[in-house]
């Protein structure tokens, strides 16, 4: 059995050499929500502008994450805007280590954009604000 996950911030300037690994896992998460297209996301992941986390358990990549900052009147803010993986009772925890991240580069916040499902397994997260679709035909 592989060894417990750990979490590894992926240096922007190597996101090309695991791009391939990463971006199947990162694509259904954006599938999964539809909040903004796929393409938007990979691009500000390639550009640098957005951080990758995978939780790696030495053998394979369990699960991939990808976090931007934002400013709001409310402060700097960290925001999770993909994640997805395998075998989460594994890496879930590892959600300590992108808030602790936040805290060092100033962020009074970490905002997540994802299914209502992440609220039931996060502690200490809440929901704040909805996000409503009609249709149009």
Same mark, same amino acid.
């Given at each position: 059995?592989?060894?417990?996950?750990?979490?590894?911030?992926?240096?922007?300037?190597?996101?090309?050499?695991?791009?391939?690994?990463?971006?199947?896992?990162?694509?259904?998460?954006?599938?999964?929500?539809?909040?903004? #297209?796929? $393409?938007?996301?990979?691009?500000?992941?390639?550009? %640098? =502008?957005?951080? *990758?986390?995978?939780?790696?358990? /030495? !053998? @394979?990549?369990?699960? #991939?994450? $990808?976090?931007?900052?934002?400013?709001?009147?409310? %402060? =700097?803010?960290? *925001?999770?805007?993909?994640?997805? /993986? !395998? @075998?989460?009772?594994?890496?879930?925890?590892?959600?300590?280590?992108?808030?602790?991240?936040? =805290?060092?580069?100033?962020?009074?916040?970490?905002?997540?954009?994802?299914?209502?499902?992440?609220?039931?397994?996060?502690?200490?997260?809440?929901?704040?604000?909805?996000?409503?679709?009609?249709?149009?035909?």
């Amino acid at each position: 059995m592989p060894s417990k996950a750990e979490l590894v911030c992926v240096d922007p300037a190597r996101i090309q050499e695991i791009w391939s690994h990463v971006r199947p896992l990162l694509e259904l998460a954006s599938r999964a929500t539809c909040l903004s #297209a796929f $393409a938007d996301f990979e691009a500000d992941i390639l550009a %640098g =502008r957005s951080l *990758v986390w995978i939780a790696w358990n /030495g !053998r @394979a990549i369990e699960a #991939a994450a $990808a976090t931007s900052l934002i400013n709001s009147d409310l %402060g =700097r803010v960290c *925001v999770i805007t993909l994640c997805a /993986g !395998r @075998a989460m009772k594994r890496w879930l925890k590892l959600v300590d280590r992108i808030e602790a991240y936040a =805290r060092d580069e100033g962020c009074g916040r970490i905002r997540i954009f994802g299914r209502k499902g992440w609220l039931r397994v996060l502690e200490g997260y809440e929901a704040r604000h909805v996000v409503m679709d009609k249709l149009l035909v």
